[in-house]
Protein backbone atom coordinates (compact mmCIF):
# COMPACT_ATOMS: atom_id res chain seq x y z
CA UNK A 1 0.00 0.00 0.00
CA UNK A 2 1.09 3.70 -0.20
CA UNK A 3 3.06 4.91 2.32
CA UNK A 4 4.77 8.15 3.44
CA UNK A 5 8.07 8.96 4.76
CA UNK A 6 8.16 12.09 7.00
CA UNK A 7 11.39 13.87 8.34
CA UNK A 8 12.58 14.33 11.00
CA UNK A 9 10.61 12.98 13.60
CA UNK A 10 11.58 15.60 16.29
CA UNK A 11 13.38 18.93 15.74
CA UNK A 12 14.19 21.41 18.43
CA UNK A 13 14.30 25.28 17.62
CA UNK A 14 14.99 28.22 19.35
CA UNK A 15 12.66 31.07 18.73
CA UNK A 16 12.49 33.32 15.62
CA UNK A 17 14.35 29.90 13.75
CA UNK A 18 12.77 28.97 10.54
CA UNK A 19 11.85 24.83 10.34
CA UNK A 20 11.57 22.75 7.50
CA UNK A 21 9.81 19.34 7.38
CA UNK A 22 9.54 17.14 4.11
CA UNK A 23 6.75 14.29 3.13
CA UNK A 24 8.10 11.58 0.48
CA UNK A 25 5.60 8.88 -0.70
CA UNK A 26 6.46 5.98 -3.00
CA UNK A 27 3.72 6.49 -5.37
CA UNK A 28 1.93 9.60 -7.25
CA UNK A 29 -0.45 11.46 -5.22
CA UNK A 30 -2.79 13.99 -6.01
CA UNK A 31 -3.56 15.95 -2.83
CA UNK A 32 -1.25 16.95 -0.12
CA UNK A 33 -2.39 18.30 3.18
CA UNK A 34 -0.52 19.40 5.97
CA UNK A 35 -2.25 19.32 9.38
CA UNK A 36 -1.12 20.66 12.73
CA UNK A 37 -2.04 18.36 16.04
CA UNK A 38 -1.92 19.51 19.62
CA UNK A 39 -1.65 18.00 22.95
CA UNK A 40 -5.42 16.60 23.79
CA UNK A 41 -7.00 17.67 20.00
CA UNK A 42 -7.07 16.11 17.10
CA UNK A 43 -5.40 17.54 13.91
CA UNK A 44 -6.04 20.58 12.56
CA UNK A 45 -6.04 21.11 8.42
CA UNK A 46 -2.99 23.85 7.64
CA UNK A 47 -2.57 23.93 4.18
CA UNK A 48 -3.85 22.20 1.27
CA UNK A 49 -2.10 21.38 -2.06
CA UNK A 50 -4.14 20.35 -4.98
CA UNK A 51 -1.64 20.78 -8.21
CA UNK A 52 1.92 19.85 -8.79
CA UNK A 53 4.12 22.91 -8.24
CA UNK A 54 1.75 24.42 -6.04
CA UNK A 55 2.88 26.61 -3.50
CA UNK A 56 0.68 27.76 -1.18
CA UNK A 57 1.06 29.76 2.62
CA UNK A 58 -0.80 30.39 5.80
CA UNK A 59 0.52 33.27 7.25
CA UNK A 60 3.97 31.90 8.77
CA UNK A 61 3.43 28.65 6.77
CA UNK A 62 4.12 27.80 3.21
CA UNK A 63 3.80 24.53 1.82
CA UNK A 64 4.62 23.09 -1.37
CA UNK A 65 3.71 20.14 -3.79
CA UNK A 66 6.19 18.37 -5.65
CA UNK A 67 6.60 18.38 -8.87
CA UNK A 68 7.45 14.45 -8.81
CA UNK A 69 4.27 14.48 -7.18
CA UNK A 70 6.01 12.19 -4.72
CA UNK A 71 6.68 15.08 -2.10
CA UNK A 72 5.50 17.83 -0.44
CA UNK A 73 7.66 20.04 1.69
CA UNK A 74 6.18 22.93 5.29
CA UNK A 75 8.28 25.43 5.64
CA UNK A 76 7.57 27.57 9.11
CA UNK A 77 9.32 30.95 9.74
CA UNK A 78 10.46 33.05 12.72
CA UNK A 79 9.16 30.21 14.66
CA UNK A 80 7.42 30.99 18.01
CA UNK A 81 6.45 29.13 20.87
CA UNK A 82 2.61 28.38 20.17
CA UNK A 83 4.04 26.86 16.86
CA UNK A 84 4.62 23.55 19.24
CA UNK A 85 3.10 20.27 18.31
CA UNK A 86 3.30 17.59 15.91
CA UNK A 87 3.35 17.99 12.54
CA UNK A 88 1.76 15.77 9.91
CA UNK A 89 1.64 15.40 6.25
CA UNK A 90 -1.13 13.21 4.77
CA UNK A 91 -1.78 12.74 0.98
CA UNK A 92 -4.17 10.86 -1.86
CA UNK A 93 -3.39 9.05 -4.90
CA UNK A 94 -5.75 6.97 -6.63
CA UNK A 95 -8.34 5.49 -3.93
CA UNK A 96 -10.11 7.95 -1.72
CA UNK A 97 -8.61 7.41 1.23
CA UNK A 98 -5.69 9.49 3.12
CA UNK A 99 -2.13 8.40 4.03
CA UNK A 100 -1.04 9.97 7.07
CA UNK A 101 3.14 10.63 7.94
CA UNK A 102 4.29 9.89 11.32
CA UNK A 103 4.97 13.01 11.79
CA UNK A 104 7.02 15.60 13.11
CA UNK A 105 7.42 16.81 16.67
CA UNK A 106 8.21 20.51 17.29
CA UNK A 107 9.76 21.96 20.19
CA UNK A 108 10.76 25.79 20.83
CA UNK A 109 12.48 26.82 22.75
CA UNK A 110 11.67 30.47 23.92
CA UNK B 1 -20.79 26.47 14.68
CA UNK B 2 -19.89 23.75 17.01
CA UNK B 3 -17.07 21.43 16.19
CA UNK B 4 -17.13 17.60 15.94
CA UNK B 5 -18.15 15.95 19.29
CA UNK B 6 -16.53 12.98 20.44
CA UNK B 7 -17.69 10.68 22.97
CA UNK B 8 -16.47 9.61 26.03
CA UNK B 9 -13.04 11.33 25.51
CA UNK B 10 -11.72 8.54 27.76
CA UNK B 11 -12.64 5.31 28.38
CA UNK B 12 -10.70 2.01 30.20
CA UNK B 13 -11.79 -1.60 29.56
CA UNK B 14 -10.00 -4.65 29.60
CA UNK B 15 -9.07 -7.60 27.10
CA UNK B 16 -12.17 -9.20 25.59
CA UNK B 17 -14.50 -6.32 26.59
CA UNK B 18 -16.39 -4.46 23.92
CA UNK B 19 -16.60 -0.64 23.12
CA UNK B 20 -18.64 1.61 21.05
CA UNK B 21 -17.38 5.22 20.43
CA UNK B 22 -19.91 8.00 19.54
CA UNK B 23 -18.88 10.82 16.83
CA UNK B 24 -21.38 14.00 15.65
CA UNK B 25 -20.17 15.65 12.70
CA UNK B 26 -20.39 19.29 12.04
CA UNK B 27 -23.90 20.46 11.50
CA UNK B 28 -24.43 19.94 7.49
CA UNK B 29 -21.24 17.65 7.50
CA UNK B 30 -22.40 13.95 5.88
CA UNK B 31 -19.40 12.17 5.77
CA UNK B 32 -17.83 10.74 8.60
CA UNK B 33 -14.62 9.07 8.39
CA UNK B 34 -12.91 7.16 11.76
CA UNK B 35 -8.78 6.99 12.45
CA UNK B 36 -6.81 5.10 14.87
CA UNK B 37 -3.58 6.93 16.21
CA UNK B 38 -0.60 5.30 17.91
CA UNK B 39 2.45 6.48 18.68
CA UNK B 40 4.13 3.72 16.63
CA UNK B 41 1.44 3.47 13.59
CA UNK B 42 0.89 7.10 13.81
CA UNK B 43 -3.14 8.06 12.07
CA UNK B 44 -4.26 5.20 10.68
CA UNK B 45 -7.76 5.05 8.38
CA UNK B 46 -10.53 2.95 9.94
CA UNK B 47 -13.37 3.49 7.56
CA UNK B 48 -15.19 6.09 6.43
CA UNK B 49 -19.48 6.73 5.64
CA UNK B 50 -21.29 8.99 3.79
CA UNK B 51 -25.15 9.08 3.70
CA UNK B 52 -25.44 5.94 6.11
CA UNK B 53 -23.31 3.47 3.91
CA UNK B 54 -19.65 2.82 3.94
CA UNK B 55 -17.69 4.05 1.52
CA UNK B 56 -14.44 2.92 2.31
CA UNK B 57 -12.52 0.87 4.85
CA UNK B 58 -8.78 0.22 5.76
CA UNK B 59 -6.94 -2.35 6.64
CA UNK B 60 -8.55 -3.68 10.03
CA UNK B 61 -9.92 -6.70 10.99
CA UNK B 62 -13.92 -7.17 11.63
CA UNK B 63 -13.54 -6.60 15.27
CA UNK B 64 -13.71 -3.14 14.24
CA UNK B 65 -17.18 -1.88 12.73
CA UNK B 66 -19.26 1.24 12.53
CA UNK B 67 -22.39 2.62 11.54
CA UNK B 68 -24.20 5.84 10.89
CA UNK B 69 -27.51 6.90 11.35
CA UNK B 70 -29.50 9.20 9.17
CA UNK B 71 -28.39 12.59 11.03
CA UNK B 72 -25.04 11.80 10.52
CA UNK B 73 -23.82 10.69 14.05
CA UNK B 74 -21.62 7.94 13.58
CA UNK B 75 -20.60 5.25 16.05
CA UNK B 76 -17.50 2.15 15.73
CA UNK B 77 -17.54 -0.71 17.79
CA UNK B 78 -14.28 -3.06 18.51
CA UNK B 79 -15.36 -6.14 19.84
CA UNK B 80 -13.60 -8.60 21.63
CA UNK B 81 -10.96 -6.06 22.75
CA UNK B 82 -6.99 -6.43 22.93
CA UNK B 83 -4.18 -5.06 24.55
CA UNK B 84 -3.01 -3.35 20.92
CA UNK B 85 -6.41 -1.77 20.47
CA UNK B 86 -5.20 0.97 23.14
CA UNK B 87 -5.17 4.30 20.98
CA UNK B 88 -6.19 7.48 20.28
CA UNK B 89 -9.42 6.93 18.07
CA UNK B 90 -10.34 10.24 15.82
CA UNK B 91 -12.96 11.32 14.26
CA UNK B 92 -13.01 13.74 11.04
CA UNK B 93 -16.11 14.66 9.10
CA UNK B 94 -16.26 17.17 5.89
CA UNK B 95 -19.22 18.60 4.36
CA UNK B 96 -19.49 15.75 1.22
CA UNK B 97 -17.57 13.34 -0.75
CA UNK B 98 -16.14 16.38 -3.09
CA UNK B 99 -14.56 18.78 -0.02
CA UNK B 100 -13.57 14.97 1.49
CA UNK B 101 -9.60 16.69 1.66
CA UNK B 102 -10.94 19.03 4.00
CA UNK B 103 -12.17 17.60 7.02
CA UNK B 104 -12.50 18.67 10.63
CA UNK B 105 -11.05 16.41 13.36
CA UNK B 106 -12.64 15.54 16.61
CA UNK B 107 -10.70 15.97 19.71
CA UNK B 108 -10.85 11.93 19.51
CA UNK B 109 -11.37 9.29 22.56
CA UNK B 110 -8.84 8.13 24.54
CA UNK B 111 -9.38 3.99 25.43
CA UNK B 112 -6.71 1.98 27.23
CA UNK B 113 -7.50 -1.58 27.48
CA UNK B 114 -5.86 -3.11 30.72
Known amino acids: GQQLNQSPQSMFIQEGEDVSMNCTSS?????WLWYKQEPGEGPVLLIA?????ELTSNGRLTAQFGITRKDSFLNISASIPSDVGIYFC??????????FGKGTKLTVNP | KAGVTQTPRYLIKTRGQQVTLSCSPI?????VSWYQQTPGQGLQFLFE???????NKGNFPGRFSGRQFSNSRSEMNVSTLELGDSALYLC?????????????FGPGTRLTVL
Open chain 2, 27 to 31: SGHRS
Open chain 1, 90 to 99: AGRGGSEKLV
Open chain 2, 49 to 55: YFSETQR
Open chain 2, 92 to 104: ASSRDITTYNEQF
Open chain 1, 27 to 31: SIFNT
Open chain 1, 49 to 53: LYKAG
